[in-house]
Nanobody, 123 residues
Framework: DVQLQAFGGGLVQTGGSLRLSCAVS????????IAWLRQAPGKEREVVSC????????YYSDSVKGRFTISDDNAKNTVALQMNSLKPEDTAVHYC????????????????WGQGTQVTVSS
């Protein structure tokens, strides 16, 4: 079975940093796009970042460009999201998820999900 586990959430002050990690098992890494998504209370779930090894694509939402960096370690089957210069607007439950094929901006296309990890940025 496919499993994804997200780690690394926490509480930080504005301007701080966190590094999220996603451990992936049960799928061929190169056949899937792995994304980080987030959902704040009362907000729709949105794709924050995505990485696709097949076409060497990395995606970042406009709100996090220049602050977040997604990376992967195929040998360890992990995908990380380095989050710097955090803002209160980044406060949300963060999920890692997998979609067959390439990166997509639609959360509906991600069929395998990990448990959420809470990121809270205090002002």
């Amino acid at each position: 079975d496919v499993q994804l586990q997200a780690f690394g959430g926490g509480l930080v002050q504005t301007g701080g940093s966190l590094r999220l990690s996603c451990a992936v098992s049960g799928l061929t890494f190169d056949d899937y796009a792995i994304a980080w998504l987030r959902q704040a209370p009362g907000k729709e779930r949105e794709v924050v970042s995505c990485i696709s090894r097949s076409d060497n694509t990395r995606y970042y939402s406009d709100s996090v460009k220049g602050r977040f960096t997604i990376s992967d370690d195929n040998a360890k089957n992990t995908v990380a999201l380095q989050m710097n210069s955090l803002k209160p607007e980044d406060t949300a439950v963060h999920y890692c998820a997998a979609a067959a094929g390439f990166c997509t901006l639609s959360p509906l296309e991600y069929n395998h999900w990990g448990q959420g990890t809470q990121v809270t940025v205090s002002s």
